[in-house]
Structure formats: C-alpha cells, structure tokens
C-alpha cells in the first residue's frame, strides 16, 4: 500500500476571516459625540454571534469599528441599503438603573 500524504491546509483556507478593512481600527468610546459617515456595513459571525464591522469615514479619511451591541446592530441592520448615512454615536444613562450604554443617531 502507498503511503498516502496528507496535505496540510491553512487555517485561512478552512476558516476564512472577514477581510481585511480600510484604514485604522477605532473603539466605540472614541466615537463618542463625533459626527462620521457610515460607508459599509459587514454582518458577521463569531463565537459570540452576530457582529458588525462598520467602515466608517472621519475626517476625511476611512476607518472601521466592530460592535456587537444591539442597539447598534438592530439599527444599522436596517440601514445597509441606504449608505451612505451620517452617524453620532451617544453615551446615555439609563433613568431606572443609572446604567451607562451606547446608542447611534
């Protein structure tokens, strides 16, 4: 019997990331109260679930944010055919709980 060898992938080849993005990575809590232009918008799945990576523009130049928070992911699902759209991002308090999240206008 021939010995049969195995050929070796690579992990890109089995699990293939999202592709790389235009410009720097930024968080959302530098966002904050800055307003930008939402270029694209990427659904994506991790081990978590659904995430977005956003490309945004700033300052004339293209960036890019991931989130996962659905308030976010909720809202800009519904935008994805009407891009591109002028976006600020919000911190907000809840009243009940004093609780601190993030929203997008």
């Known amino acids: 019997m021939k010995d049969q060898q195995k050929v070796l992938r690579r ?5 293939p ?5 235009p410009g720097d990575m930024l968080y ?4 904050v109260g800055v307003e930008f232009t939402i270029t694209e918008i990427q ?8 995430y977005l990576a956003v490309v945004i523009e700033l300052e004339g130049k293209q960036a890019f944010f991931f989130t996962s928070y659905q308030a976010f992911v909720s809202k ?14 919000t911190e907000e308090v809840t009243e ?3 609780r601190k999240y993030f929203d997008i206008h």
């Open 11 to 15: 992990v890109g080849d089995v699990a």
């Open 17 to 21: 990331s999202g592709g790389r993005l």
């Open 28 to 31: 959302v809590r530098d966002l």
């Open 43 to 50: 659904k994506r799945e991790g081990d978590n679930g659904e």
């Open 76 to 89: 800009l699902r519904k935008c994805v055919d009407d891009l591109p759209l002028l976006a600020t991002i």
């Open 96 to 98: 009940k709980t004093g």
